[in-house]
């Protein structure tokens, strides 16, 4: 929803013009996802932001950035960079200490100076990395032989999918070959078509509970307040007489079986989904169903 409402905050602007944006949903699945999220924007609904208790990687990022600026800090000066203010004020003495035990930081007659583990976790590009806080999820590197394709999300190599693992980046197809998970790289090679582009927000792959449920809501028969066009209501009239009473139900979740696949209906989100997926019996999850090995009963 933020990132929706940063757009159609950008347009009407001028003097005689109203706020606009027009969705082009490619496929059913999109169509249902647009649909859903108007009808959650028509309900005043915006995703929920917790700050954190407290903002100590702010002060390890502005300790090593503050040392990367000047060349070298004094060990009992740092604090008066910041005028004192929490948390660069004395309350940050055990992170500047972790920074120097750990190697980021190294310490040479009261004056601090950057430490070798910080030339290699973040010397890369001039220690571009220090010019953001540390806030973002960690991406995999993408290398075709030696050479650097770019940085994806982890879900794009963690979610099920059938086939081979590909992914779209740099303008073109690429298929996974080998994941070091430790180093976080990709090595890939191209291929002639397929792959998902993939960029996320910072939670966890897939959609959200909120957003489910409110595709679930529009199924069901729930319209959003703003114009639809005439094929938008004809594919949505489709999908609640054709496949929503196979799918969806007003009092509950639905378990369908076909032959040896089984789905639970539970329209619940991915996070949710993915807890029961972890089971010995269950196979894959998405945002709207989690679907089983065939149960065999007597």
């Not at 000047?70 to 910041?82: A, E, L, P, S």
Request: aromatic content about 8%; glycine content about 10%; proline content about 6%.
């Amino acid at each position: 929803m933020a990132p929706f409402l940063q757009r159609i905050g950008r347009t009407g602007k001028r003097s005689g013009t109203t706020r606009n944006c027009l969705f082009l949903a490619t496929g059913k699945d999109t169509l249902l996802q647009a649909a859903a999220l108007l009808l959650l924007w028509g309900r005043g609904w915006v995703e929920p932001v917790t700050p954190p208790p407290e903002t100590r990687h702010l002060a390890a990022q502005q300790l090593l950035a503050a040392t990367l600026q000047q060349h070298r800090i004094g060990d009992q000066t740092w604090q008066g960079m910041w005028n004192g203010p929490a948390p660069f004020d004395r309350s940050a003495a055990p992170i500047l200490r972790h920074l120097v035990t750990e190697g980021f930081l190294d310490e040479d007659t009261s004056m601090l100076f950057i430490g070798p583990e910080a030339e290699r976790r973040f010397g890369r590009r001039h220690f571009i990395e220090l010019t953001a806080s540390f806030t973002a999820r960690p991406q995999f590197t993408v290398l075709s032989g030696r050479t650097e394709i770019g940085q994806t999300d982890p879900s794009v190599l963690t979610e099920v999918r059938p086939g081979p693992r590909r992914l779209l980046l740099g303008g073109r197809s690429w298929q996974v070959r080998f994941i070091n998970w430790g180093r976080k790289r990709a090595f890939v090679e191209p291929a002639d078509g397929g792959g998902v582009p993939k960029w996320t927000g910072g939670s966890l792959a897939g959609l959200s509970y909120a957003l489910t449920r409110s595709m679930r809501d529009v199924l069901l028969g729930a319209d959003p307040l703003d114009s639809l066009t005439r094929r938008t209501e004809e594919c949505l009239t489709g999908w609640r007489e054709e496949d929503a009473p196979q799918i969806t139900d007003a009092d509950g979740s639905l378990i369908t079986r076909l032959g040896t696949d089984v789905r639970w209906w539970t329209w619940a989100g991915y996070r949710a989904n993915a807890t029961p997926a972890d089971f010995d019996d269950a196979r894959a999850a998405l945002h709207d169903t989690v679907r089983f090995h065939t149960v065999s009963t007597s």
